[in-house]
């Protein structure tokens, strides 16, 4: 999505007859249903006023394509300006141009961030202009077939406009970032290698043809972390960290370098699905082992580790694997302070005993605590999907302050899962009662949301997205028993009103069932899935959840018998009522969450109860 779409000449015109603020304001509000928050209305003020003294040149074309508010595709994140055209030589070539209004800052210890005021508020650490200039360019080189296959030359930049170089914004510690997006700062030479810059890139105006064509250009598929891992592990950079990811490595870098047994630290990191947590807590593993420190990914969850070990197999001795992955129960006796660092992925999951019938061990948490001169756990609260889970950011707070750990905050808020549609997250919260928030409906051209009438028809749509490269699967909530666990021939999800029988696929896969090549024939589950994505996810909605009296309503008594999950509710509910009966409600909920966020690109559902059907069309209408 662009925000403002038109040629030089255009916005000239526009900025000269009418402020500039109210057009892309406008804009705004029409592509996106919502105003724009004053700060942005005062950034595009400054900042764009500043742009057109630029571009008032006449050795700049006329029909050179202007955008505004570039939305990348994959992402929540929006490149301010950029500008389209042809070189000398007639090649396709766009310019991106990340603005700030900012006039002072201060140097990072930490690789790309810079300390500055942004948007009106106290000074906060994050990346240097220029990275993210940069780091927007690979991410629309990474997602979009239009710039991949249309051999479109983008050609990063950072525009400061109210800065008067001063050696801190362009110290030497940011040197290689500068070499990759160059940075233009206040005044008028500086505005005049801004303009030479661009001149240097576009010779040729297109009327804004490489905007069309980015902005329809169809979203190649993304890449998935497993597969990606052999190359992380030779070095190779294979997902840029942007913005808030960016930020959050590298402070969990810095605490682990610091980190003694005397002084230990715990740093908890909250985000959720899709924000990047394990694309962070991979890439973290990575470059703590290349810096000599013994670094272990850990998570209650088999089904990531599982995926991880396979596509490894073959470029790593199996020593070696294991040495770098492992499940969270296994800390019971471990060394305190043996491992300089833990990076604890979906940490939420974490339970208080270890061991097969959960009898081993204390406490998790604290296990891992003890275990490492510096933990790190990724958490999303909102992701607690059974009674036994613990690993609520509260919990691990009160292990970290006995423990006596020096105890950081950060956050994971970009989303880069379901197309990056942050409207799409909220809408869900609030469709499924989580939370209340605003958002009464999503991007629909940025995320693909179904509501069907039948098993059958959910299975072909998907079965038909997955042949595409074998990343869409079929889920459903554990509502049905899993009779082919002795009886391999029987069916477990079975709708005879449709013709729709299908067997989970709990046994034949196990950890693996995400990736296995002949898996979409048989449906998965929360415990097959958590922690993992698919380009397009398909959803089967138990009894678990309808839709009672007009009011969205969870019961627990849908819910397989074989489903460990809830194990023991029934009694729980007669010791402790009202505190069982919430638990359980906010499970469920959560369990729906989670499989309906699986999706990178889509999400199609089916209901078993035809009023929560009508209710979910309702809202995605």
Known sequence: ???YQSTKERFLDDSENRAIEDVIASAYLQRTGRYASQAEFRAWQQSLTRMADVLRDDDLPASMGVGVEFGIPQTAKRIDFILSGESEAREPRVVIVELKQWSSSRISDKDGLV???????????????????WSYAALLEGFNEAVHEGDIGLNPCAYLHNYQRDGIIDAAEYSAYLEKAPLFLRGHAEQQKLRDFIKRHVK??????????????????SKMLADSLVGMLRGNREFVLIDDQKVVYEECIAKAVKASEPRKQVVIVKGGPGTGKSVVAINLMVELTKRGLLAKYVSKNAAPRAVYEQRLKGHRRKVEISAMFGGSGAFIDAEQGFFDALIVDEAHRLNEKSGYMGNLGENQIKELISAAKC??????????VTLNDIGHSHEIEKWAKQSGAEISYLELASQFRCAGS????AWLDDVLRIRPTANDDFDHGSFDFRVVDSPSELYELIS?????????????????????????AAFDIEFPDFGFRKQWNLGVDGSLWITAPNSIEQIGCI???????????????????????GHLATDPSGRSKMDRSIRGWKTLMRSEPEQTRERLDRIIRNTYRT????????????CTDPALRNYLRQRSA
């Not at 300390?115 to 200039?133: D, I, K, L």
């Not at 933990?375 to 607690?384: E, I, L, P, S």
């Not at 942050?422 to 997250?425: E, I, K, P, S």
Request: overall charge neutral.
């Open 422 to 425: 942050d409207g799409y997250l």
């Open 527 to 549: 415990h097959t899935c958590q922690g993992l994505e698919v380009d397009y996810v398909g959803v089967i909605i138990g009894p678990d959840l309808a839709v009672l009296d």
């Open 464 to 488: 038909g997205k997955n042949r595409v490269n074998n990343k869409s699967r079929v889920v459903a909530g554990y509502c049905w028993d899993w009779k082919s666990k002795r009886n391999p």
């Open 375 to 384: 933990t790190t756990f990724f958490v999303d609260d909102d992701q607690v």
């Open 595 to 606: 499989l309906m966020t699986r999706g990178m690109k889509g999400c199609y559902v089916f």
């Open 115 to 133: 300390f500055a005021n942004r948007g009106g508020y106290a000074e906060t650490e994050g990346p240097h202009p220029c990275y993210q200039a």
């Open 1 to 3: 999505m662009i925000v």
């Open 204 to 221: 040729h105006g297109d009327n804004g043809e490489l905007l069309f064509k980015i902005e329809k250009g169809r979203i190649r598929p």
